[in-house]
């Protein structure tokens, strides 16, 4: 993660270690600790939005698994409190790799990763986190060797479609997932 004019800092392996600062927030690794915060945020921000179909939930099963296991979870904090997170997910050959909804080999299911929920509260919005979880996503993606990144996101959801799109995600196909909701499906070659 290179340095750039928001804020300063290295990505760090140390698990709790700040990764970056943007501002006043602080960027870390998050922990089997903070799942009960993570669902808090998510509950408490997507109860708030026009509409449920807009935001895909995850219940705590899921939030505890990709904190380590299947993938990796990013937060940012303001003044020590968990303002917003994203989930870098690594399927690997689980039925519901969205590789294969991509058309991917199975043989290549492994190197899917797929750039899954961010969250910003209302009170750090506007700051690029989401643009910065991309990049960040991306960037350990590409460290572990991934070669397929996919994403998804709701139609309406303008603000999410837009920074995919300048993060070089390519609109592939559009169809019902989650329960039937749409969802526009983004993919990205990282080799």
Do not use: W
Request: proline share 4%; aromatic share 10%; hydrophobic share 35%.
């Amino acid at each position: 993660m290179s340095t750039n004019e928001t804020g300063t800092g290295q990505l760090s392996e140390g698990q709790y270690s700040i990764v970056h600062i943007i501002g006043e927030l602080d960027i870390r690794r998050l922990s089997q600790e903070d799942v009960p915060d993570i669902f808090k945020l998510m509950e408490e921000v997507v109860s708030r939005l026009p509409s449920r179909s807009l935001f895909a939930t995850d219940d705590m099963d899921y939030l505890y698994s990709h904190i380590e296991e299947h993938g990796e979870i990013y937060g940012a904090f303001a003044k020590g409190r968990l303002a917003a997170y994203s989930v870098l997910a690594f399927p690997g050959a689980d039925a519901k790799n969205l590789g294969r909804e991509f058309g991917v080999p199975e043989d290549e299911l492994e190197q899917v990763a797929v750039l899954d929920a961010t969250i910003v509260h209302e009170s750090v919005r506007g700051r690029g986190l989401q643009r910065y979880f991309h990049q960040l996503r991306e960037q350990r993606a590409r460290s572990r060797g991934f070669r397929y990144l996919y994403s998804t996101v709701h139609p309406d959801n303008t603000a999410s479609r837009r920074n995919l799109e300048s993060a070089g995600f390519t609109l592939k196909f559009t169809r019902p997932m989650y329960g039937g909701s749409p969802r526009h499906c983004y993919a990205k070659r990282l080799d």
